[in-house]
């Protein structure tokens, strides 16, 4: 048992952190540039965001290295510097939180499709064997592969999480509500099949990041917990669903309306909460203030 799963023993919620690349752009980072560079070339303004996040009050922050894989970094000429970025990622996320805060090494999705034959099944398992090594060497507490919709690589990342690691491994999926009402992946998994899944290949945790506000959330913590009673459950959802206005996206709930919902969150079952895309630390202070109440 790693550092998330003992500490989930002792406290009933933990708080995890919201989004990260709105604040990349904010500090200067450009729409062709590598987020994840910056962790070499920037590493104050990545550390600054961090800790923005510690001093909101979250339990667990995350790492930016969310687009960290091979894969990802390939087009930019990055490709040989996954490790050396993913270790940096660690450590300045490491260094925010302090040696009592829980770190998670995010790894997200490579855009490569398996079943088009765009990559392979070792190219992914070695590409996220190395991302998981950097981490771990950068000091994070755990893996959170997320944003995940196709099983296939999903599984395959936390394959490579337990093989490179001896770190908690985390896995959240992003679920569309369908016509039916029914909520699945963009590949059209739904989510007792995401579940067992991730839980069959070694999944500590799982849950659900992006792609809905917190009351879609509640409705798939709900269906997680009617399969299992026991595994912890990690949502990060969004602050809302995002609606498009002046050509801008825009996120409608704010902290306040946000906070509200985390109650039905977390009686619905869920072990950690946290914010996606439009949570800023206020949101994420107001998360923490109620967990802890
Ligand atoms: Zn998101």
Redesign the pocket.
């Known amino acids: 048992m790693g550092k998330i799963l003992d500490r989930l023993k002792d406290q009933k919620v933990l708080v995890s952190d919201g989004a990260w690349g709105t604040f990349l752009h904010q500090k200067g980072l450009s729409a062709d540039e590598c987020p994840e560079s910056w962790n070499l070339t920037r590493a104050e303004d990545v550390y600054q965001i961090a800790l923005s996040y510690v001093e909101a009050g979250a339990d667990i922050i995350l790492t930016n290295s969310f687009g960290g894989s091979p894969s990802k970094l390939e087009p930019y000429g990055l490709k040989e510097q996954t490790y050396a970025i993913n270790k940096a990622a660690g450590e300045i996320s490491r260094k925010a939180a302090g040696q009592d805060g829980l770190v998670l090494g995010s790894v997200g999705p490579t855009g490569k499709m398996l079943f088009m034959g765009e990559v392979t099944e070792e190219e992914l398992l070695k590409g996220f064997g190395e991302q998981c090594r950097g981490l771990a060497d950068g000091g994070v507490d755990g893996i959170l592969i997320e944003t995940m919709s196709d099983m296939e690589e999903s599984v395959l990342a936390i394959r490579a999480a337990r093989a490179n690691t001896t770190l908690d491994v985390l896995c959240t999926y992003t679920f569309e509500k369908t016509q039916s009402g029914e909520y699945r992946t963009l590949m059209g998994t739904s989510v007792p099949d995401a579940v067992s899944s991730a839980m069959t290949a070694g999944a500590d945790v799982i849950g659900a ?2 792609g809905n506000g917190t009351a879609g959330m509640i409705d798939i913590v709900r269906v997680i917990r009617e399969m299992d009673g026991s595994v912890p459950v990690l949502v990060q959802a ?1 602050a809302g669903l995002p609606v498009y206005e002046y050509g801008k996206t825009v996120f409608p709930e704010g902290p306040e309306e946000m906070a509200s919902q985390v109650q039905g969150l977390v009686e619905a079952g869920a072990n950690i909460v946290g914010g ?2 439009g949570t800023t630390p206020e949101h994420i202070r107001l998360m923490a203030r109620l967990a802890k109440s």
Do not use: D, G, I, L
């Open positions: 990041n992006c969004n996606c895309c």
